[in-house]
């Protein structure tokens, strides 16, 4: 149990589009969901947390306008990198976390998407 | 959450244990011990979590030291697809939910033959 879906794996698009990236927990419900980014060498740094029906909460130096999170219900939230640059081509993972398993896992990750702005 | 410390590199022969120390000397009574891994261009996979006392599963064994300012990660018998890097993460669970973990730098493992 506790699937988590990224799609898509991989994306390459032109600077100035947006792009979506979905990310669902599969086989149960999630109450919360964590979105970070990893660049080359470096570990994973959270951009945000979102709860279901709620707003999400950047962390410092995230900008909310340019990374939209919606997390509309207990088994999706996606995250819209609006007018994307070349600085912004990065590796997306997403996690989620449920009461179930909060005593053995706190989260589950998602197999990340690779995103590549030219 | 509490900083852990971790070396940045290790090697290890396949078919031998691998141990990876974690320092977290400013944990608090409340955060347990979690690892992570993460092999090359895939999200983190979770292997093993403690609080006090030393863990057992299917994937590793967790030592925590009895003053619980640091634990070493032990893999029975390393082979080359547990190459990755591994993560050592002091949180606490939230009722409700919503677990936030900080990722430090990890320890990159390389199993060779």
């Known amino acids: 149990g506790a699937v988590v879906s990224q799609h898509p794996s991989w994306v390459i698009c032109k600077s100035g589009t947006s792009v979506k990236i979905e990310c669902r927990s599969l086989?149960?419900?999630?109450?919360?969901m964590f979105w970070y980014r990893q660049f080359p060498k470096q570990s994973l740094m959270l951009m945000a947390t979102?709860?279901?029906?709620?707003?999400?909460?950047?962390e410092q130096g995230v900008e909310k306008d340019k990374f939209l999170i919606n997390h509309a219900s207990l088994t999706l939230s996606t995250l819209t990198v609006t007018s994307a640059h070349p600085e912004d081509s990065s590796f997306y993972i997403c996690?989620?976390?449920?009461?179930?398993?909060?005593?053995?896992?706190?989260?589950?990750f998602g197999d990340g998407t690779r995103l590549s702005i030219l | 959450d509490a900083k852990t410390t971790q070396p940045p590199s290790m090697d290890c022969a396949e078919g031998r244990a691998a141990n990876l120390p974690c320092n977290h000397s400013?944990?608090?009574?409340?955060?347990?011990v979690y690892w992570y891994r993460q092999i090359h261009s895939q999200g983190p996979q979770y292997i093993i979590h403690?609080?006090?006392n030393n863990e057992t599963n299917e994937m590793a064994s967790l030592i925590i030291t009895e003053d619980r300012k640091s634990s070493t990660l032990i893999l029975p018998h390393a082979t080359l697809r547990d190459t990755a890097v591994y993560y050592c993460?002091?949180?606490?669970?939230?009722?409700?939910?919503?677990?936030?973990?900080?990722f430090g730098t990890g320890t990159q493992l390389k199993v060779e033959l």
């Open positions: 403690g609080l006090k």
């Open positions: 993460i002091a949180g606490a669970i939230l009722t409700g939910g919503g677990n936030k973990l900080t």
């Open positions: 996690s989620a976390s449920s009461d179930r398993y909060a005593d053995r896992e706190p989260q589950h």
């Open positions: 400013t944990i608090s009574g409340n955060e347990y």
């Open positions: 979102s709860n279901e029906g709620s707003k999400a909460t950047y």
């Open positions: 086989d149960f419900q999630a109450t919360t």
